[in-house]
């Protein structure tokens, strides 16, 4: 009998530990799951984000940016007989441009939609080298609010255009287009920050 009664406050106290630990499982598996959900924001965040143009230093001003006119964001179904080429803002298509790389002319309208949104817009002489449009390619690969594509009527071997800016250069390799894509792409002169760039006109032979 007394070893029996001996055996009972033993049994009992293991029973009484094993409680504290069976409470604390389902905050293990809320902990768990927060961790987890941390994570797939964090990595959301690293693949969503707009992608910058390569590391470069940007100055407050870079040398030879034009500032345009203040340039009204209207829309109009129907051809815009723009001043400046390639056009700067103003008038433009309801519809825009997809952002990406093209090998052919894009429509200017529609372009000019694209840099409403927020994109930069690298227009090249049809006959430029084909070194120098896959340095472009390569400045342009990867950024989500970049357009390139050739245009038939500048004068500059490349034009780099944002919403009431623009960049005319000699050289694909001259770093104030690396600098005027870090500075202006999704940047303050951006009528319609945050708008895509994706889901309108055109299929970029790469994105």
Known sequence: MSGATSQQPSSRRRRGRAAPAESRRPWRIIAAMAAVGVLGAVLATLVLRPARAPDVAVPEVIDGVVTLPSLAPEHLAAPVAYEQIPPAGGTHSPAWQNCGMYSKPVIDEL????????AVWLAYRPDLAADQVEQLRRLARGRPYVLLAPHERITS?????AWGLQLAVDDPADVRLAQFVAKYQQGPQTPEPGATCTGGNGVPDVR
Do not use: F, K, Q, R
Request: no cysteine; proline share 8%; hydrophobic share 45%.
């Open 111 to 118: 372009a000019v939609h694209s840099l409403e949104h927020g």
């Open 157 to 161: 071997p490349v034009v780099a255009t």
